[in-house]
């Protein structure tokens, strides 16, 4: 037997597991990485965050990922290029972390890692007959094995629309084993580049459970600071918008794309939310003269009536549910204030009142994914929506 299937074998068999899980999500902002210790699997499944931080990438590491980001046409040598370079930087800051946390190769068993999004595109997006849906993560997880010496899994995506899906949102896949409870109805809102959330009844009904994007995010509002203020990645503490004034005009124009009043679950990107998507917006109301503060307020708020109103249409049967908030979303006061002043009486609480740091949730998403594909096995949902096969998902790379 080839020595990393025996151990993988043992891997698999002991009562629990080191997984690093890896989250390089829209906002390109940095790596997160979280070292989880987890044992048993399924619906019984535990986890500790031994170890969590985000390894913020620098302007060099950015600008080579913008230039090939999201973009329909692009430089195929750099996409060639960036695939293992991507997969080897990732590596080598997996071996920062741990010689900071003082630990070692052989204190981790494998390397969950997402990769890079580049490319996110369902069918309803192309409309091209002979093809399905379709999305790209690249990080080539040889790569971060071999530079790491961990098994690695990798490329979570691609089984989820093999076997029917859209490769997103994975949330449901993580959320629904850590945090449906029979107590109470939650909603697993997550606020990155673009916003998504898990529906998690407290029946724990399989066939009523899962997740969907939302819109953004953060994705229009970081893009446009970074156009008019290059100094600034995004707007902090949403001061810029809180200078500004709604422009209702522009506001009911970007609420007028089909993806929002599709049902769920369906899955987007900045391939479609971006800067080209506010310009359009902008010429539809007439309001190209906009201040830039008057924009990001209008973002802000376009953001927030988005989260709002996906919400307001899965709860609208129920008196009584729990919002358990995560990603970098939650650190914009403006946008989380608007959220809660839209749904009073309803408990707005972070995955930590859950004892999930809510800027490590997603990188500890991979982690339970590659818990599952070792341990695990396919979880059933539900037959009757589609989107959200029941399928175990990552490939397995050795270090040699
Ligand atoms: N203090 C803050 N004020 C305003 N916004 C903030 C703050 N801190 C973080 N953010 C926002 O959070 C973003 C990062 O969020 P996060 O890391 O969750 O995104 P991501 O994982 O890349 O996205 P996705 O989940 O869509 O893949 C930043 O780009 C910024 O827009
Ligand atoms: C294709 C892709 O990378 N999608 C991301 C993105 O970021 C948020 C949202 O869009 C979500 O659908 C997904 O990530 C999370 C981790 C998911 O799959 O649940």
Known sequence: MHHHIQQLYNIATKPGRRVIGLMSGTSLDGLDVALCELTGAGLNTAIKVLQFTTVDYNADYKQRVKAVFSKREVDLQAITLLNPWIGIEHGRIINQCLAKWQLTVSDVDVIASHGQTIFHCPKRQHNLIDYGNATLQIGDGDHLAVTTGIITLSDFRQKHIAAGGEGAPLAVYGD???????????????????????????????????????????????????????????????????????????????????????????????????????????????????????????????????????????????????????????????????????????????????????????????????????VGGKQQFSNAREGIPGVSMGKISFSD
């Open 176 to 374: 629904y084993l850590l945090f449906s409870s029979e107590h109470e109805n939650r909603i697993m809102l997550n606020i990155g580049g673009i916003a998504n959330f898990t529906w998690l009844p407290k029946t724990r009904d399989a066939e009523a459970v899962f997740s969907t994007d939302i819109g953004p995010g953060n994705t229009i509002m970081d893009a446009f600071i970074q156009q008019h203020y290059p100094e600034q990645y995004f707007d902090a503490d949403a001061k810029l918008a809180k200078a500004g004034v709604v422009s209702e005009p522009l506001l009911e124009a970007l609420k007028q794309d089909d993806f929002f009043a599709l049902g769920f679950p369906k899955t987007t990107g900045p391939e479609v939310f971006n800067l080209a998507y506010l310009a359009k917006a902008q010429q539809q109301s007439d309001t190209t003269s906009l201040n830039p503060a008057d924009v990001m307020a209008t973002l802000n708020r376009f953001s927030a009536d988005m989260i709002i109103s996906a919400i307001a249409r899965t709860t609208a049967q129920l008196n009584n549910f729990v919002i358990y908030a995560s990603g970098g979303g939650i650190h914009n006061p403006l946008l989380m204030s608007q959220i809660k002043a839209a749904l009073p009486g309803v408990d707005i609480k972070t995955t930590a009142d859950l004892g999930i740091n809510p800027d490590a949730k997603e990188a500890v998403l991979f982690a339970v994914l590659a818990n599952e594909c070792l």
